[in-house]
């Protein structure tokens, strides 16, 4: 079965810090580089994060020098270290692998619930 759960996110104040956890089916998560990716209202779903079986890891723009991802192999879960955060990183967070795992029976790429992080003033 797939499996990706996300939870850990919530309501914060700019300048707070969040760490967002994954968990992923160990066929996905132990084959798989994996990302977290967000979408907020009105915009694209975009990759923020990314992590290779090897431990490479890759930001964007936006978010490089204030998020971290990491994975703890055992467990099968991907951590998303989100501080100094900023009104723009409200969305819906999503893990996934990178690129995306595709789902034949459905014929379109997986997602899971996803968890909000709103950053209000």
């Known amino acids: 079965q797939v499996q990706l759960v996300e939870s850990g996110g919530g309501l914060v104040q700019p300048g707070d810090s969040l760490r967002l956890s994954c968990l992923a089916s160990g066929s996905i998560f132990s084959t798989r580089a994996m990302g977290w990716y967000r979408q907020a209202p009105g915009q694209q779903r975009s990759l923020v994060a990314s992590?290779?079986?090897?431990?490479?890891?890759n930001y964007a723009d936006a978010v490089k020098g204030r998020f971290t991802i990491s994975r703890d192999s055992a467990k099968n879960t991907v951590y998303l270290q989100m501080n100094s955060l900023k009104l723009e990183d409200t969305a819906v967070y999503y893990c996934n692998a990178d690129p995306p795992f595709f789902d034949r029976a459905r014929m379109q790429p997986y997602w899971g619930q996803g968890t909000q992080v709103t950053v209000s003033s």
């Open positions: 992590i290779t079986r090897g431990g490479t890891t």
